[in-house]
Nanobody, 124 residues
Framework: QVQLAETGGGLVQAGDSLRLSCAASGRTFNIYLMAWFRQAPGKEREFVAGITWSGGRTYYGDSVKGRFTISRDNAKNTAYLQMNSLNSEDTAVYYC?????????????????WGQGTQVTVSS
């Protein structure tokens, strides 16, 4: 059992930055990959970024590469998503997710644990 809790969302203007946090609790030893997804109204859930818990290898979706940075603090059982140069296309609910199987996936349906989501709204 793993619990994930996101914080850090909010309303910002285009060009601003936000940092999201995802605190993991429970049986975190079995987590292989921590990831961020987002879902805009009426759209499919989209992979944003991922990081392996042990080695720190990172993956990014094409739409955010170069603007967003994923990181983790193993001692705090927390993953972060630093979002810079935000624009209106980044408006979505952002979800933290965790995968226990030792392989990388961009498919939301294959992740084992999910947070409740945090709203990010970018105005222009």
């Amino acid at each position: 059992q793993v619990q994930l809790a996101e914080t850090g969302g909010g309303l910002v203007q285009a060009g601003d930055s936000l940092r999201l946090s995802c605190a993991a609790s429970g049986r975190t030893f079995n987590i292989y990959l921590m990831a961020w997804f987002r879902q805009a109204p009426g759209k499919e859930r989209e992979f944003v970024a991922g990081i392996t818990w042990s080695g720190g290898r990172t993956y990014y979706g094409d739409s955010v590469k170069g603007r967003f940075t994923i990181s983790r603090d193993n001692a705090k059982n927390t993953a972060y998503l630093q979002m810079n140069s935000l624009n209106s296309e980044d408006t979505a609910v952002y979800y933290c997710a965790a995968e226990k199987s030792p392989y990388y996936s961009r498919s939301a349906t294959l992740y084992d644990y999910w947070g409740q989501g945090t709203q990010v709204t970018v105005s222009s």
